[in-house]
């Protein structure tokens, strides 16, 4: 069985001049790979009527072609007329589609205090669809489109992330649509993830293991520190696949912590929920994200307390109660100051186990001591504790991520491990 | 003149897939647009070989083609025979960058114990470069190269964002990319950013301010709750380019709140600092994030004091003094919570000014009275305070961002008006 091949057409002029990353893109490609389709390539275009034609043109070469954006009521929104181009189909007015969007704009102009005649343009344009195209519904004023052209499919869809998201969920339910994914198999994955070995271990492992093809496709993803190996496994190969997992997860063991996509803040989250304790944080140089990663997990709340940002020593010393003396003696960055404001943190705010981090992000604020990049981290619960100390590579940003994703760890590590196991 | 036009090929199964999202190509489309060169497009491909050869071939069309990825040691890695082929030029090892890459690789293999004959192969391999390439100098083991190939100019850089950077600067000051950027004339950049206000109802402004064209390319963004104008200006628009700013100004200009592109996070500090104010936040739904953009901004530490993540009631009674009667009779997510933690924060960190943040992220907690997404804000200052309530629309993560930035604004607007204005 040969895959389905799929371009992912992105039309923008923010997106191809770098001002905004684009989401539609990696959104869509997931999308197609969980069900056997291969994303061969993601194109980003200006809406240049040139670029987003030659694009367009080789998208519909492709088994399907998934389009996003330019479909608003303005001039330079140009996808439905050069899909229809591409596809040497008419265009029409769609009846139905006008007077949806006509109610629609009707309504809004009334509310605007603006007269319709303002509106009427933009209502022909975005009812005015390919020849032989089927609506899946409205995202705003703009129709998303389902087309068949020639031995392809391509489906159009609104640009802001969460119509393209809703109106995706339509498309696969489509008949046309429907007929290529039954032309492919949506394969089996495998996810092991990692923290604390190298890539280059886990690409050693793979390749000890006898590495991937064979129909197992494997991907190995540096993501901070964590290390992240996705398998895609084709039928009949599971035993490959198996075989590979084990190769893999021997020799790294004691790095391997998730055979699922749960973030590491989620599985810190659920080993504490799964023990009745409840969690709080003391952050200095992470200023608040160790907290904005488990606050960003629905539920949290019956774990997490909440936690105290002390970027300045007066506020170390009066939430903490980290003492004026240890600040003086050892400095703010140091193991005593993580381990006080770890023990603090679990007193005010009365919680069973804390995590406190302190550290030197940058750029200013470094001595040959005490570089930029050290951080300081301290977990500790009721049956004991664990710290670490790193000098993190990177930027501001990076050194920030960084500390706040192994603070996470150690979390974990704390609770997942038995106390008499070496840290 | 005509502007030279520029692809970025961007390669790596993990970003076709949709497993990571690309940094690199918004990265060096941005950087092509400040040097007046045209991205006409961004190509992201896996590593199969026939599509990353078809997106090169593509690349090498164009006056400059900037790739990213696939510089590895592995036979996976096909990105400098693929754009020699491309190129028609032949492959050759360069002694030096072998001679290089092999003392990296021996140190590399004594530090890991290994015999360093697992590794030649690999040196061999990257020490391979097309003819005429010229090497920019190492990321790791991966040399990043220059290329003149027919009319064009191609730059191959590693693929981890902070290595491409680093050798993109090298790559600029080359000398075929020196003459490609000769070519250009860079931009003169025009930028207003609006929060508050309706995308539509900014561009409703730069319509009736004539529309961009002749010269001017505007482009309007929404990110979160603000709008993001840019405006591209050519040589010899800058008069029009003057027109469309006031016509846009004008009947926005109480939602305008900045002409460069300082985040408002820098905007709140800035502020502050002018005014030799400290700062501190309250946050319960945002979880952190409020303190986390802070504390993102180099130097913030000469303002921000601190902050309390009050994430359960019990902390928002204990650290932030607000009275159990309080919750009780008004809830946690209401207008007299929110003021009770800002005067809280004030007073327990010691701070001049405190933000606080309050409501309800979701997905669960929302009730018929106070839905999902409803969020209290209050800032308050030695002279005065400013509080807002909103419903935000959005997934959990969607309703916090926007509260963050909301919060922030309301800082800000709080700093920046003066006492008589109305909020």
New interface residues.
Partial sequence: MIRPRAVVVVTG???????????N?????????RRGIE????????D?ED?LAG?LGEGLRADLCVVSGGLGP?HDDRTVELVARAAGAGLRVDEDLHRQIGDISRAFAQRMNRPYVDFEQGVRKQATIPEGAVSLGLAGTAPGLVLEAGEGVVVVLPGPP?ELQRLWREAVEAEPVRRVFARAQPPDVRLLRFFGASESAV?KALADAGGDGDGV?A?I?A?DFEI?V?MYVQPGAEARADELVSGLAAPLERYLFSRDDRRVEELALDLCRARGLTLA?A?S????????R???V????QV?????????D??KA??LGVSPELLERHGAVSAETAAAMAAGARQ???ADVAIAVTGI????GGSEEKPVGLVYLHAEGPFGSRSADFVFP?????I?RRAAITALHLVRRLLAHRRDEPA
């Fill in positions: 002029s923010e997106l191809v001049r770098g001002d905004r990353r684009d989401l893109g990696p959104f869509l490609a997931g999308e197609l790979v994303p061969a390539r993601i194109l980003i275009v200006g240049r670029e694009a303005t969460g690409a496709e991907t993803c993501r992240h996705d944080t952050e140089c992470t200023g608040g994200m160790v907290a904005e488990l606050t960003s629905p539920g949290s709340s997490f307390l909440g936690g105290i940002v002390a970027y300045a007066e506020v009066a939430e005010r705010l009365g992000a940058g750029p200013g990177g930027d501001r940003e990076g920030r």
